[in-house]
């Protein structure tokens, strides 16, 4: 764990101006935090050392490669090294690409506008810099997205987090979107360190590491089925994100633990059919997972359906709020007027309608 | 990471930790001179988009390039290419990139 989050920040943006919404408190704290941020190097070991105490095996350094199929049935996995492993149920949580949920035949190769592609650097600072530059209370943490010029015109949000004694930065858009644009992600990070939203918190940090990974965000649509005879997936591998409150981590945990006690149950039983398994989705179903999911689910599509959706309400919250402060010698009726004549541009009806899908991400 | 600024996609690579494999893991699946990287595929997007720039267009040899020890193994490439012509599996294990914070 790197710092535990009292701070959760919205920024949205043009490209010299920006407008964050925050919120700060203590109540975040409170028992077991709200939530952490986390570097996956550290946390995994710690995570998989957890999963060991309670009497898991772990093989660390192999490849899976595929799966051994009896009949219809998965009963094991092939390694790189050309071994075999036998099992009742293998649970596939192999991630975004998971080639094992292909080869077992559940779902066909991912579309580029099913994932977004993500470029993030960790970038070295130290402690006492990230408390003084975010104003935080030490070992405490803040995090912040970035909606608006960020994205380039494209679908996505832009990040920084701060870790103990780093932040972290990253973008992340469409996949078909970068592909359209011709754009790198690498660059696109380039641009971003540039954003007055952004330059300032990481001046003077080093890049110690860059990374680049997918995030499944076709949602519900884009889910395949979770169970065949002797398999589950879980997590990314099965699109469990919830990309419009940024959640992923804590859905696949919970997905990993409600497959576990699946597969208990389906021992006590000794059937490993899909059939048995299938109280899996019915666990899914009964928690937060798939409801969240399935309120979420054509909340990208809404948004994509306004082409400059991205542009135009940063922009637009910022033009608003800059009126609002500005001193100018005009009365302020006239600040209220330009603001009207700025709302009426776009149209109460046709905003009101734009904005309306949004209230489920609120 | 000598000779390069410090924004550039070889310098990020010269971050981080590889063990290279003895073989590639990642294969143009048909690189003929019928393959479509060299007439049909005008954007390139692998090209283009790989954060790794795993992927590079050799116009006198009329193919595709890859630098497979590059990788950084986020998959993107298989999407990308618009004639399902990259087949990108995992390292075998223990090779590949190795982050040090992830």
Redesign the interface.
């Known amino acids: 764990m790197e710092r535990p989050i009292v701070e959760q920040r919205a920024v949205l943006a043009t490209e010299d101006s920006f407008v964050s919404v925050a919120c700060r408190s203590r109540k975040f704290l409170e028992g077991v935090p709200n939530a952490f941020t986390i570097?996956?190097?550290?946390?995994?070991r710690w995570y998989a050392k957890k999963a060991e105490e309670a009497g898991a095996e772990l093989y660390a350094?192999?490849?899976v490669?595929g799966v051994v199929k009896d009949g219809e049935r998965i009963v094991g996995v092939k390694?790189?090294?050309g071994d075999e492993l036998s099992a009742s149920v293998v649970l596939a949580c192999d991630g975004?690409?998971s080639?094992l949920a292909q080869k077992a035949g559940l779902r066909p190769?991912?579309?580029?506008s099913e994932?977004a592609?993500g470029?993030k650097?960790?970038l070295e600072l130290p402690a006492e810099k990230i408390e003084d530059r975010f104003a935080l209370e030490k070992g405490e943490g803040a995090v912040m997205e970035l909606l608006g010029s960020t994205s380039l015109g494209m679908l996505g949000y832009a990040f920084l987090y701060t870790n103990k004694d780093?932040l972290a930065l990253g973008v992340g858009c469409k996949?078909s979107d970068?592909?359209k644009k011709?754009?790198?992600?690498?660059e696109h990070l380039?641009a971003l360190k540039k954003h007055p939203a952004v330059r300032k918190l990481i001046e003077g940090s080093k890049?110690?590491?860059?990374?680049?990974?997918?995030i499944p965000e076709g949602g519900l649509h884009s889910m395949p089925p979770l169970a065949r005879d002797g398999f589950l997936v879980a997590g990314d591998a099965a699109q469990m994100v919830n990309a419009a409150f940024r959640e992923g981590s804590n859905l696949a945990m919970t997905a990993g633990r409600l497959a576990g006690e699946t597969v208990a149950e389906a021992k006590a039983k000794n059937d490993f059919s899909r059939a048995a398994l299938s109280t899996y989705e019915e666990k899914l179903r009964a928690c937060y997972l798939m409801p969240d999911l399935e309120e979420v689910q054509d909340l990208e599509a809404a948004i994509e359906a306004v082409p400059d959706f991205l542009e135009f309400y940063p922009r637009l919250a910022c033009d608003l709020a800059r009126l609002r402060f500005t001193v100018d010698g005009q009365p302020k009726r006239e600040h209220m007027k330009a603001a009207w004549a700025m709302l009426r541009e776009r149209g109460l009806l046709r905003m009101a309608r734009e904005l309306w899908p949004l209230r489920k991400a609120l | 990471m000598s000779g390069h600024p410090k924004e550039t996609v070889e310098a990020k690579l010269g971050l981080l930790d590889y063990k290279k494999a003895p073989e590639t893991h990642i294969h143009i699946k048909d690189a003929s001179p019928a393959a479509p990287c060299v007439e049909r595929c005008q954007d390139k997007p692998c090209v283009k988009i790989c954060p790794a720039k795993v992927y590079e267009w050799e116009e006198a040899q009329k193919k595709v390039l890859v630098a497979y020890e590059n990788c950084i193994e986020c998959g993107a490439c298989r999407m990308l290419c618009p004639f399902d012509n990259i087949d990108c599996d995992w390292p075998a294990g223990g090779f590949g990139v190795k982050y040090r914070y992830g």
């Open positions: 570097l996956r190097t550290p946390f995994d350094g192999v490849t490669r390694t790189s090294e975004v690409n080639m190769e991912l579309k580029p994932v592609l470029a650097e960790v780093s996949l970068y592909q011709g754009l790198r992600p690498s380039e890049t110690v590491e860059y990374s680049s990974h997918l």
